[in-house]
């Protein structure tokens, strides 16, 4: 399982843990976990994604303790559907329509793990477009749908681990509803595993950065 440090404005927030496995039927299965830290509180998260023939199933389970809940989106035959129950105790039973092509993505950093292969082939100037649905378990369940835009940009190198480690360099644009964030994703040259994501909002920026 690969950690990455989240920062917000420089200052560490949390880190978040992905891992990868594809099995012998050729099931792609993403999980991970969040933990984040406000004052003296850490709050522990998890989620898991699979891709299979069928469709694809993204569980998360959310909060801590009293306040903890869990939801499970699945995306078969061009229907998003989402059941379950919010850490705030809301229940959730709902069913939409899917845009051709489109994925589930429990967060930015998952979903640029698992499209990061995509980017193999990727010429400097290429670009790509991927459609997400995420699932956002705050106060009020909802399942925005995200465009998320690459472009490969010229290659560079990071420090990592005290060497200087090849990268390829792509830039973000994120389309979310009327917002739109902009930033950078670096991967490693070798195994297009991501090392840098930076993405900048009008409050600030928050950089996610794999650790040795």
Not at 97 to 114: K, R, V, Y
Not at 147 to 167: H, K, M, Q, T
Request: net charge negative.
């Amino acid at each position: 399982m690969t950690t990455y440090e989240v920062t917000w404005n420089g200052q560490p927030i949390g880190a978040e843990r992905v891992r990868r496995t594809i099995n012998a039927r050729g099931i792609e299965h993403w999980d991970g976990q969040w933990v984040y830290r406000e004052g003296f509180v850490e709050e522990h998260s998890s989620f898991s994604r699979t891709t299979a023939p069928d469709g694809q199933t993204m569980v998360i389970d959310a909060g801590d303790g009293d306040r903890h809940g869990r939801v499970e989106v699945s995306l078969r035959q061009g229907v998003v559907d989402a059941k379950g129950r919010t850490p705030f105790g809301q229940d959730v039973d709902v069913s939409e329509n899917a845009a051709e092509g489109e994925q589930l993505g429990p967060g930015i950093l998952p979903d640029a793990c698992a499209f990061a292969p995509r980017l193999a082939d990727l010429a400097p100037g290429g670009s790509i477009e991927i459609v997400l649905r995420t699932a956002e378990i705050a106060e009020v369940f909802e399942l925005p749908t995200t465009r998320v835009r690459l472009e490969r940009d010229e290659d560079a190198s990071r420090a990592f681990g005290g060497d200087r480690v090849p990268v390829r360099v792509f830039r973000i644009t994120l389309v979310t509803g009327p917002w739109t964030t902009r930033g950078t994703l670096t991967l490693d040259a070798g195994d297009l595993a991501p090392m840098t994501i930076e993405l900048v909002f009008p409050q600030g920026h928050k950089v996610f950065r794999r650790m040795p």
